[in-house]
């Protein structure tokens, strides 16, 4: 198995993305090590609140988001997970599992901001990261989630979900700006198009994105889903807000939000929203409202 580090030229000129890099490398297991790249934008004394993007996009998602945040008095912290933007990319599919995600993901979080954050997260930014919230809720003073869940098998796949997994496992034609622009409601331009694709220049570089899907525990005997279950247990205790904004126009999780906030403490009494014209992508399609929704939330923390 190959590590790849992604070429600095693919990333020249992107469209509102003027930020500075940061790195941290990671133990990925068997003896292998990679870096992991993120943002750090804002107040470094501020309150921080986690950006956790997911499949098959990268921090790139949250460039419309961080200048308000940051403007609001928020530390932002936006990684791109392993095999995803600028981090380095395993080139073996097998190697890419739940377990391990949560794990690198780990790693970040201990080094880089390892006290108490507030955390915004989106697709398996949510798989992951609502799963550390239920694994350790005290860390985090407040969630904002979107379009996102934390599966715990029940074989309750939506059809267009089990649609998308066979098409990242099987399809020839795995060209990931052009998926990210069909799954917002608004149209991408051909700089943002192109800055999605940059990560993945050939296949062996998008074996973590055809991964992803399959590794979605909706069914009971995959991977991950007695690990779920029991941070379920934590992440329906968890009594600090935590607030759902969903984009209605997704066909895989635009119904999911009322479900969600429907078994988080934290989640009495908050202003759920439901975004209409808004895809799966929320990130592209309302970032301003979803900046004031994380910053309502924040202030409802007592963080701001």
Known sequence: MKILASDPARFAD??????AEHWVTIDLGEGHSGRMHYLDEGPRDGP???????????SFLYRKMIPPLVDAGLRCLAPDLIGFGKSDKPDDIGFYTYARHVGWLGQWRDAVVPGEAGVFCQDWGGLLGLRMVGEAPERFSFVVASNTFLPAGGGQATPAFLAWREFAKSSPDFKIGALIDRA???ERT?????AYDAPFPDEP???GARAFPQLVPVEDDKPGVAENKAAWKGLAAFDRPFLTVFGEDDPVLGSAGPALAKRIKGAKGMDHAMLSQCGHFCQEDRPHELAEAVIATARKAGML
């Open 190 to 194: 051909r700089a943002e198009i192109a």
């Open 48 to 58: 921080p609140v986690l950006l956790l993007h997911g499949e098959p996009s990268w």
């Open 184 to 186: 917002t409601a608004t």
């Open 205 to 207: 570089s998008k074996a």
């Open 14 to 19: 992107l469209p509102d993305y003027p930020f």
